[in-house]
């Protein structure tokens, strides 16, 4: 274990953890990486972060950054050799704004679509009617992604920030019917997903590791 690098806690699924990874795999960052069984958290992740949640980066001066967002521009602005923090045409508050849609309002529905079991007091007792409606409300936000796309990314003709912020999301809501979500009108989303889950960088970022041995530690 080398002391003089940053540990990231993260889960090969989670989407936070995995735009997080993403950041930092884009940019050379190396670091020590601890993959957690979300039921067996380590002691030292609950130490270092109160919400207990991954993605957490802990600095070797101690300093921690348990904000997934927060980690992606950290390692980006160490060093951002594919330019995701300026694309060719929008403003840092610009690509902020659209990373907050995706977080807020189409995270709020996806759960819901995909989860809605865990919803039981919202759902009246009508679980795929709930999960149904909340799809319907998730896709109009995919609508106006898919409007975006026509130059091939969110914000110009190359990836950006707001694109590998979201992607793990959107991916996620695609593999939740994959039949429907391939029969939507949405090409240029249909292409950018698949190129994301296509590129060596998404493979980089998605390994399998081992479980952290955190036993005594």
Known sequence: MDAALPVLYSFRRCPYAMRARLALAVSGQTYQLREV?????????????????????????????????????????????????SPPRASLQEMLDLID?????FKFHLDRYKYPN??????????????????????????????????GWLFGQRASLPDMASLPFIRQFAHTDPAWFAAQPWPDMQRWLAAFESSSLYA??????????????
Not at 49 to 54: E, L, R
Not at 120 to 149: I, K, V, Y
Not at 204 to 217: F, N, R
Request: proline share 7%.
């Open 118 to 151: 865990r919803y039981a007091d919202e759902s009246a007792g009508d679980t795929p009617a709930f999960a149904l409606a909340h799809r319907t409300q998730a896709a109009s936000w995919l609508h106006e992604l898919n409007n975006r796309l026509s130059q």
């Open 101 to 105: 849609a995706n977080d807020q309002t």
């Open 37 to 85: 069984v979300l039921r067996n958290k380590p002691a030292a992740l609950l130490a270092a972060s109160p919400k207990a949640t991954v993605p957490v980066l802990v600095l070797p001066d101690g300093a921690v950054i348990d904000q997934s967002l927060d980690i992606m521009r950290w390692a980006l602005q160490r060093h951002d050799p594919a330019q995701w923090l």
């Open 204 to 217: 980089q970022v998605m390994q399998k590791h081992a479980p952290y041995e955190h036993s005594g530690l």
